[in-house]
């Protein structure tokens, strides 16, 4: 079975311009997690999906960041524009909607914003 | 507030000893305790996980972690370490509403010496 895919692996870009990531989740899961890890630090829930609607975005900086899920599939997560404090792994996840928990994670794009 | 603590920040083991990975948490109740595990470059990884029953708990790779309510911790365990445990190790909480969300510690590094 596939897992999660995330791209790209790695971007650089300076501050103020804006990027963007792709997740594709594992073929039946309705639930997709985009989490933040900033080095040194555990991962932290950015939004959470199910389907194509939005379940939790309550730690989303809203003015900068957006995710849009539009065929309940893949999924993308935007910076505009990014500041340096943005440089972190952004991580993907997905799960089946009976199984919350059960969360398979992608290898994470790493974000260096200079 | 939900919270969980990993007091060590990094670890190092030779090779063959034992291992214990110390865990806390704060919740209003019993959560959903989680560890995973974080390899170079990899997503993270499911160990074992803690829903209700059994305080003593049995994952992959050789790991068991026991949760102790009066200690609110969730210590994660393995008899003698291999070279290949080397990694980063992050203990998690999910609320028993069942939503998904984790929150998770700021990780353990985990260096295992020849």
């Known amino acids: 079975e596939a897992g999660v895919a995330q791209s790209p692996r790695y971007k650089i870009i300076e501050k103020r311009q804006s990027v963007a990531f792709w997740c594709n989740p594992i073929s039946g899961h309705a639930t997709l997690y985009w989490y933040q890890q900033i080095l040194g630090q555990g991962p932290k829930l950015l939004i959470q999906f199910q389907n194509n609607g939005v379940v939790d975005d309550s730690q989303l900086p809203k003015d900068r960041f957006s995710a849009e899920r539009l065929k309940g599939v893949d999924s993308t997560l935007k910076i505009q524009p990014a500041k340096l404090e943005d440089s972190a792994v952004y991580l993907c996840?997905?799960?089946?909607?009976?199984?919350?928990?059960?969360?398979?994670f992608g290898p994470g794009t790493r974000l260096t914003v200079t | 507030a939900q919270s969980v603590t990993q007091p060590d920040i990094h670890i190092t083991v030779s090779e063959g000893a034992s291992l214990e990975l110390r865990c806390n948490y704060s919740y209003g109740a019993t959560p959903y305790l989680f560890w995973y595990v974080q390899s170079p470059g990899q997503g993270l990884q499911l160990l074992l996980k803690?829903?209700?029953?059994?305080?003593l708990v049995q994952g992959i790779k050789g790991f068991e972690a026991e949760f102790k309510r009066s200690q609110s911790s969730f210590n994660l365990r393995k008899p003698s370490v291999h070279w290949s445990d080397a990694a980063e190790y992050f203990c998690a909480v999910g609320g028993t509403s069942n939503t998904g969300k984790l929150i998770f510690g700021q990780g353990t590094t985990l260096q295992v010496k020849p």
């Open positions: 803690y829903f209700s029953g059994d305080t």
């Open positions: 996840a997905s799960s089946l909607v009976a199984d919350p928990y059960g969360q398979y």
